[in-house]
């Protein structure tokens, strides 16, 4: 069994308000998700970069101890939750989406296509 501090949910680190995230990049299908579930995507003009706002009553967690990159869970109030990977000199190197936690009716049509 696995030390309780690397258990997805452990209570490592504490609970606060997500609220943004800048991004270089985005793939369509997982902006969809994202939009769907209350998120507002902002492309800046000239640039790749992204700006992903959260919606209310998101939480954010850090999950592994310090280092050069940081880990959180990120779960969004219509139960969608991420993974953030930052970087201290880059900021966000990574965002993943959870498939295990994307909506039913999403997944199947995914897989119908």
Do not use: H, N
Not at 45 to 72: C, H, N, V, W
Not at 88 to 103: N, Q, S, W
Request: with cysteine; proline share 4%; net charge negative.
């Amino acid at each position: 069994m696995e030390p309780e501090r690397f258990v997805v949910g452990s209570p490592f680190g504490e609970k606060v308000e997500a609220k943004s995230l800048r991004l270089k990049g985005l793939l369509e299908a997982a902006e969809a998700l994202l939009t769907e579930a209350g998120c507002e995507v902002v492309r800046a003009k000239g640039t790749t970069d992204i700006l992903l706002t959260y919606p209310i009553g998101t939480t954010r967690q850090e999950l592994f101890a310090r280092s050069m990159e940081s880990r959180f869970r990120v779960l969004l109030p219509d139960g969608l939750e991420l993974r953030e990977i930052a970087s201290r000199d880059r900021g966000c190197v990574g965002l993943f989406i959870l498939a295990e936690t994307v909506p039913q009716r999403a997944a199947g049509e995914e897989a119908a296509q």
